[in-house]
Every structure is written in C-alpha cells, then in structure tokens.
C-alpha cells in the first residue's frame, strides 16, 4: 500500500509573489518543505504539482535540478491538477502538502498518514485541520484515499472547492466518513504559513535560529517561548478561508 504526497507550488502568488523559491536560510522555500516532508516514514514518493503558467517554468527548473518529480496542471483548478499527479503516480493514499508550509514536520505527517491507515478503509478522509484545528497553521496535513479522490474529480462541480482540492471530501459527509488528527493543547494561534512578507519574516526568525531544516515543530515552539518578538511580525496577517 503505497503513500504519495503531493506538493502543490507556484510562482503566482497574490500577496507574496514567487514565495516559494524565496530563499529561507540559504535555501528556496520549497527546497525546504520537500526535504521536510522526505523525511515521513509513512510516506513513499514525493510529487510537486506545479501549473502549466510561464512563470512556474521557474518551479519546474528547480524540481529537474533538484532530482524532485513534478508534474504541471491547471493554476485554478488544483483538484485537477492532484488528479493528474495521482494518475502518473499512483498510489492508494494521497497527501496534501502545500508549498508554503516551510515548517511541515516529518512526525506530525506520520501521526496523520497513520491514523488514515489504521481506520482505512472505513474512513476516506484524515487530516489535522476539520473540523477542529489543534495544530499551528503550517503544519496542515491532509490524507485521502485514491477512490475518493477519484470521485471528487469527477462530481465536485464548485470551482471554489476545486482551487481547495479537498473540500468536497470534507463536507459531504454523506458520502465520505473523515477524521480529526487533535491534540490536548491548541496551538492554533500559531502561524508559520506564509502568504507575506511578515510570514516569511517569521518562519526566517526560525531557520535562522536554528541554521538547519532538522529542527521539530517542538523546538521551534520553544524557541518562539523565548522570542515572543518572532510572533510580532506577523500577528495581524489574516488566513484566507474557503468559500
């Protein structure tokens, strides 16, 4: 039983363009998420799925240089585009990474895959994020089953779903049973995604600090304890929801 998890990248960025192959700590952004994300034992293959605008020619170069596969697909309808990374790598369990997630951690990616493994295949859906989000924003892992995948592709006909990819899976609980990945203490507040230059600048605070990608999302809560000012920089960005 084979885990893919598949990055989704581009260039074209509203609110920080070209974010992620910004470089974080001597390394593009999504050098950084990948070479994280590697490190999940429950994951098999790693996939970027990039889209077929001009400016992702960019993505494309680094991945080819960088020994990362990467497919390209539509800028709008990711959903499509997971679909066409699925097809050309198949596998039984997908997982959604976005790459503006430079702080994703190898552990909590597991714990997720895990959970979806060991209730599969009553449950088609897993994540960290709904309904209820314990976890920084940054650490966001989602795992679905091929067959609803499939299916998502082939009736989810809400354009705003699509760009999202798994909405469909989430709230149609008529035709999918799903499952929340929680812990005791929330964390929610905490925001190391980034859609700006105050994210960016915070998640920097942290690769600087530490001057590797190895560090757990753990250590990087403690060293925040220690730096209150780090969350400063980007306590007014507000997330994007889905429609």
Known sequence: MKTCAIVQARMGSSRLPGKVLKDLAGAPMLARVLTRLARAETVDRVVV????EPADEAVVGFCTAS??????????????????????HPAEAIVRITGDCPLVDPGVVDEVVGAFW?????VSYVSNVVPLRTYP????VEVFSAAALERAWRDDANPAWREHVTPYLYRRSDLFRTHCVTRPVDDSTVRWTVDTQADFDRVSCIYDYFGTDTFTW?????AEAAHPE????????????VA
């Open 67 to 88: 020994g990362w596969t990467v497919i390209r697909g539509s800028e709008t309808d990711v959903l499509d585009r997971y679909h066409r990374a699925f097809k050309a």
């Open 137 to 140: 924003h940054g650490l966001d």
């Open 118 to 122: 060991k209730l599969s295949p009553d």
């Open 230 to 241: 780090w969350a400063l920089l980007n306590c007014d960005v507000m997330q994007r929801s």
């Open 49 to 52: 799925a990039t889209t077929v």
């Open 218 to 222: 753990e250590e990087a809560l403690i």
